[in-house]
T-cell receptor, first 114, second 111 residues
Framework: IAGITQAPTSQILAAGRRMTLRCTQD?????MYWYRQDLGLGLRLIHY???????GKGEVPDGYSVSRANTDDFPLTLASAVPSQTSVYFC?????????????FGDGTRLSIL | GESVGLHLPTLSVQEGDNSIINCAYS??????FIWYKQESGKGPQFIID?????DKRQGQRVTVLLNKTVKHLSLQIAATQPGDSAVYFC??????????FGAGTTVTVRA
């Protein structure tokens, strides 16, 4: 059982470059989420999608965009990377959006912007 | 404002002892809480959850206690093992069903 697959696992990127982080889930979950994790700040929500075809902004959406063309995939794009976007990025999913159900996480993408 | 926090950033436990990890929350309207475990280089892993209509819930070697009066959540791990060494996060389901995470407690198990 794969669960959530994120790619790449790590990346070093020059500032100003465009980068797409990939996320795929095989659990047929309706809701998906992108978080960034920074030391001392915990997990902060960047964007989310309650169901295929819809997306929403989280706490820290600036500089990021997402799309949800189908149930399984939820890519995160940095249009023009900046050093402050150096972080570990986690994708998560839950069975339904507006319900008390746990989110399940991938193993993250470690991104360094130079 | 809403916040989820942990009382202590680190916890050192002797192997075989019980561990208690604490978490405070400020939103009295929160009705769902989750504990996650994160090992180095991995994503957060679901441990156990509890709804606000419960005070206690038990899993395999873990127990979550919820005290709504003082807005306090705790995770108890019985007979702590080396594999329990990790960062533990509590998360709170906000009114919009988005999770709010604490900064985490690092648990180190001493042999």
């Amino acid at each position: 059982i794969a669960g959530i697959t994120q790619a790449p696992t790590s990346q070093i990127l020059a500032a100003g470059r465009r980068m797409t982080l990939r996320c795929t889930q095989d659990m047929r979950h309706n809701a998906m989420y992108w978080y960034r994790q920074d030391l001392g700040l915990g997990l902060r929500l960047i964007h989310y999608s309650n169901t295929a075809g819809t997306t929403g902004k989280g706490e820290v959406p600036d500089g990021y965009s997402v799309s949800r063309a189908n149930t399984d995939d939820f890519p995160l794009t940095l249009a023009s990377a900046v050093p402050s976007q150096t972080s570990v990025y986690f994708c998560a999913s839950s069975a339904a959006a507006y319900s008390n159900q746990p989110q399940h996480f991938g193993d993250g993408t470690r991104l360094s912007i130079l | 404002g809403e916040s989820v926090g942990l009382h202590l950033p680190t916890l050192s436990v002797q192997e075989g002892d019980n561990s208690i990890i604490n978490c405070a929350y400020s939103n009295s309207a929160s009705d769902y809480f989750i504990w996650y475990k994160q090992e180095s280089g991995k994503g957060p892993q679901f441990i156990i959850d509890i709804r606000s209509n419960m005070d206690k819930r038990q899993g395999q070697r873990v127990t979550v206690l919820l005290n709504k009066t003082v807005k306090h959540l705790s995770l108890q791990i019985a007979a702590t093992q080396p594999g329990d060494s990790a960062v533990y996060f509590c998360a709170e389901n906000r009114n919009d069903y988005k999770l709010s995470f604490g900064a985490g407690t690092t648990v180190t198990v001493r042999a």
